[in-house]
């Protein structure tokens, strides 16, 4: 379906080249007066690591001050989430609301109640896949330092790792755990959240061609300017390859995978960073030969904006490609790409199109 939808583009791009060639001259010099206006037009480039990730805008814009200008905007606030939500950062919102909502009613600003509401929202629809209580466990892993929490821990602690726990007041913009063990964590939601934050900016700005993206989180105004972006799906077992590439317009695609933050244990387990809230360990992909094709190890999720797609695939990683797909296909305006434990490619149904 990717190959025939990619050949229809090029195929598109041929036709309109085709009758610009074969365009009188009249318009050749109309065409020169429209480049002589427009020649310092040009894509503005920008990578910055922000948010545990690399954060990346390219725009087009016609005046280069003004492309700067946005881009440091875009970059400053991915820096002011990242100094709220941050469970590393001692003085961002998350932290204090870890420190004290054990102990306490908190009261939470405006937009940390709003991500807090939204999670819980995925919570009731994915029967708990999403959810950011996952961090009572999750705390006690680091990937680079080959840490996880042993069996006695996740044993004790299973009980306080439940969404039901966070008594939230979405009205009065509180927030108690009902359980004092209980820990919350946005990583699942934050980088969609603010890709969505970043493209305001810039739509507001007027621009009309952009993508920005935060790891496997990214959103597009508009096309690449006469052609859709080019978005690719990174192989889940090798970095130096694509498993697809989709040709997207103005939509957002976030992708989980257990490539990301993981690392191989002594008995050949992956340990990755995507939880499942029943067990409180890291989803079983079913990866290294034992092939159950209902495991998945790479989700890309399509929809309007990120604040929805990063929870959704890191929903339909959790619940597997049956329950996962039937998700998204009973959600409208969504669509799905999935790669299974045995490096098969799945979709939703409406990017299921008969050729
Ligand atoms: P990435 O951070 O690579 O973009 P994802 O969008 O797949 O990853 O989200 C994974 C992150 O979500 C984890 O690093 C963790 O912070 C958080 N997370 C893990 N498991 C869950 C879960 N079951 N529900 C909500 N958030 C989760
Ligand atoms: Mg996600």
């Not at 020649?39 to 954060?55: D, F, R």
């Not at 619940?319 to 490619?345: H, M, T, Y």
Request: hydrophobic share 35%.
């Amino acid at each position: 379906m990717l190959k025939s939808s990619l050949r229809r583009v090029r195929r598109a791009h041929r036709h309109i080249a085709a009758k610009l060639f074969g365009a009188h001259s009249a318009c050749c010099l109309a065409c020169l007066l429209l480049l002589a206006n427009t020649a310092s037009a040009e894509w503005h480039y920008e990578k910055q690591a922000i948010m545990g990730t690399e954060v990346s805008v390219q725009l087009w814009h016609e005046n280069a001050a003004e492309a700067e200008a946005l881009i440091e905007g875009v970059m400053a606030e991915f820096r002011r989430l990242d100094d709220e939500l941050s469970p590393y950062k001692k003085n961002s919102e998350l932290s204090r609301v870890n420190r004290d909502a054990g102990r306490q009613t908190v009261e939470l600003s405006a937009e940390l109640a709003a991500l807090i509401d939204k999670s819980l929202w995925y919570s009731e629809q994915t029967g708990g896949a999403f959810d950011i209580s996952y961090a009572t466990l999750g705390k006690h892993y680091d990937f680079r330092q080959h840490k996880r929490a042993d069996t006695a821990t996740t044993k004790q602690l299973l009980k306080a790792l439940n969404y039901h726990n966070l008594q939230f007041d979405s009205a009065k913009r509180t927030l108690h755990f009902g359980h004092p063990q209980t820990r919350i964590d946005l990583g699942g939601i934050a980088k969609g959240y603010a890709v969505d934050r970043a493209i305001d900016i810039l739509r507001r700005a007027g621009v009309h061609h952009a993508s920005v993206s935060a790891g496997g989180d990214s959103r597009m105004i508009g096309d690449k300017r006469g052609q859709p972006w080019l978005v690719g799906i990174r192989h889940p077992r090798d970095k130096s390859k694509n498993a697809a590439v989709i040709p997207l317009t103005d939509t957002a695609i976030s992708t989980s995978g257990d490539y990301e933050r993981f690392f191989i244990d002594d008995h050949h387990q992956r340990v990755h960073h995507i939880f499942n809230p029943a067990t409180g360990r890291p989803t079983e992909t079913g990866d290294g030969g034992r092939g159950d094709s209902d495991r998945l190890i790479s989700v890309s999720i399509i929809g309007p904006q990120g604040f929805d797609t990063d929870p959704l695939s890191t929903s339909v990683f959790v619940l597997g490609k049956q329950k996962g797909l039937a998700l998204i296909d009973r959600l409208p305006g969504f669509e799905a790409v999935v790669i299974d434990s045995n490096r098969r490619l799945y979709f939703s149904h409406g990017l299921e199109q008969p050729d």
